[in-house]
């Protein structure tokens, strides 16, 4: 088992990260979030996990520890694979996901691409009792969206615009990423703070 990967990075796609480790390249599937956090040459450190099948040995790798137990209580509930249990990884915290099995509450999961309502419900009731809810996380505000939630609202409204899906995710990540939970609620207020950061380069092509 590969429980952990350190080394240097020597490419990079939106859900890839290719890691040299001694002189061998491991391709390691991350969320697109955790992808943007690094650059080519970077030294980085990631947990993972090796899923083996017939066809193919995939390696899946997160930032924090925690991100990675939670990924393995995800595989384990039936009808959510190791792609899927990533996507629920890149659309809610670690703290979201066990607020919404404490809650017994499947909404959150439904929004996730490639979880129907069937597995929704399946992951809070086969994870009932085995996630931890931390205390910032019980008193954080109600319906506090995920990060990684409204990064996707601001993208879409400045693909919407004329940005390039790259441009505007490299721009919202770090804008949404300095928010607030209460921030976060006020997807038009992150859009202006975003479109600023764009406003000096969205003239160039505009005068073109």
């Known amino acids: 088992?590969?429980?952990?990967?350190?080394?240097r990075v020597l490419?990079?796609?939106?859900?890839?990260?290719?890691?040299?480790?001694?002189g061998v390249g491991f391709s390691v599937a991350v969320t697109p979030q955790l992808s943007r956090t690094f650059h080519v040459g970077d030294d980085i450190v990631l947990h993972t996990n090796l899923v083996v099948r017939e066809d193919a040995l995939s390696l899946f790798g997160f930032a924090e520890r925690d991100q990675l137990l939670v990924f393995?209580?995800?595989?384990?509930?039936?009808?959510?694979?190791?792609?899927?249990?990533?996507?629920?990884?890149?659309?809610?915290?670690?703290?979201?996901?066990?607020?919404?099995?404490?809650d017994d509450d499947d909404a959150p999961f439904r929004r996730v691409s490639g979880i129907g309502p069937k597995t929704a419900k399946l992951i809070v009731v086969q994870l009932a009792g085995k996630l931890q809810v931390t205390t910032a996380a019980?008193?954080?505000?109600?319906?506090?969206?995920?990060?990684?939630?409204?990064?996707?609202?601001?993208?879409?409204?400045?693909?919407?615009?004329?940005?390039?899906?790259?441009?505007?995710?490299?721009?919202?990540?770090?804008?949404?990423?300095?928010?607030?939970?209460?921030?976060?609620?006020?997807?038009?207020?992150?859009?202006?703070?975003?479109?600023?950061?764009?406003?000096?380069?969205?003239?160039?092509p505009a005068g073109g």
């Open 138 to 204: 019980a008193g954080a505000a109600p319906g506090a969206p995920a990060a990684a939630a409204v990064v996707g609202q601001v993208v879409a409204a400045l693909v919407g615009l004329g940005w390039s899906e790259r441009v505007a995710a490299e721009a919202a990540a770090p804008v949404v990423d300095a928010a607030t939970d209460a921030q976060r609620g006020d997807v038009s207020a992150l859009l202006r703070l975003t479109l600023a950061t764009l406003g000096p380069a969205r003239k160039e």
């Open 1 to 7: 088992m590969i429980s952990s990967l350190r080394g």
């Open 11 to 22: 490419h990079l796609e939106p859900d890839v990260v290719i890691v040299d480790v001694g």
């Open 72 to 102: 393995l209580q995800l595989i384990s509930v039936s009808g959510v694979g190791p792609k899927s249990a990533l996507g629920v990884l890149a659309t809610l915290t670690v703290d979201q996901i066990a607020q919404a099995v404490a």
